[in-house]
């Protein structure tokens, strides 16, 4: 693997994360519990697609073979999107969304934080934009997680069980492979070994603030950076990708 | 033979009038997302910068950059969007904060008031000027604003969030 292969596949990563988390939190339009939270969700939803078209135009890019965020959103399959698995899990009560976001929202938090020092000038601009996002999106996050989790016996019976049923999706944040490796080497990605104290005490302290336990030794999920998927994604892929593989190239 | 008759002078002030789509009272020359114009020729490079990564009004924007340079007579126009370094409202001039206020907008406070766990900031109402505001809600009708509400005169207003 080339140095430039790994880039092509680090970009994807991160679209691939933002896209997915795009397509689901847009699904919440018009389906949020308040009109103030719809409004939210759907914001989200625009921070991510506009962080999938930077990371994917410039994965495009590094590729060089003239593809272009729009081929790369539309024109790969299941097996070739490398995005985690808890992004794409189906949107669940709000609750189950509102742990979904504290736990990426965090995660995200920090590594883009991390990755604004990137020896790559491209990702680390696109991150300093991202950070201050992601901060918004954390912050949401755990106003609602103390919120619900301190709440009615219903709301929190919901928080604790959106937590505990999404943990196991959280062990493959972490995860490295040959690419971060290599990139590692280079000081172009971020050491994920570094951020994962630190995101496990921020998400223990969100957790004791919302009045819930935290899960305990689940088997953690793995497969979304080799391709391999929970069943949701292809569906999610097939409505996504309708247009444009039953009308390639049309535009509006 | 074709003589460039335009400069980056020419080009800036042309684009001058170009405004934000989603606040019509500030060009993007005040919202400080007009960068760097770059002339090559007879090539027009303009240079951009987003508020938000996934700002729907930059399509928009570009459109009227190529469009107003155009009735020009500029022809090869191209427009790049570059992050770095990342937009601040701190860019925003002073004439802009004070226009979105006319317009209804409270301004940012400075980009220092972002910080991680929500603070609260004393918010101006641009209506009456009481600082008995509240937040009703952090997200408001485009990703750069949130909705607040004035205790003093009771009218709802957006606040333009430090970025």
Known sequence: MTEQQALYKYCLRLGDNALVQSYRLSEWCSNA??????????????????????LLTYAGEVDGNGKTDDDLAYRRGEREFCNHLINEQPNGDFAHTIARLLFVATYEYLFYSELMRSADERLASI???????????????????????????????RMQAAIDALWMFT?????TDAVDALLRDKNIAVDLGKIKPVWMERITEMVKMSGLSMPEGAYM????????HTEYLGHMLTEMQYLQRAYPDAAW | MVVNQFTKEDILQILSV????????????????LKDVKVNGDEVEVLLTPTYTGCPAM??????????LASKGVQHVSVKLVYDP???????????KAKMKLYGIAPPLTSACNSERFTDNVIECPHCGSKQTQLISRFGSTACKSLFTCKACLEPFEYFKCH
């Open chain 2, 86 to 96: 990342a937009w601040t409202t701190d860019w925003m001039t002073d004439i802009a």
């Open chain 2, 18 to 33: 170009i405004i934000d789509p989603e606040i019509p009272v500030v060009t993007i020359e005040e919202m400080g997302m």
């Open chain 1, 127 to 157: 991150a300093a934009k991202v950070v201050k996002e992601s901060r918004y999106h954390m912050t949401h996050a755990n106003d609602w997680a103390i919120r619900l989790g301190n709440g009615t016996d219903e709301s929190q019976r």
């Open chain 2, 59 to 68: 399509n928009l924007i570009e459109q009227d950059i190529k469009m107003t």
């Open chain 1, 221 to 228: 999920q793995s497969g979304g950076l080799k391709g391999i």
């Open chain 1, 33 to 54: 519990p308040t009109l103030e939270e719809d409004l939210a969700l759907v914001n989200f939803a625009l921070d991510m697609t506009g962080r999938a078209q930077a």
């Open chain 1, 171 to 175: 062990g493959e944040m972490f995860e």
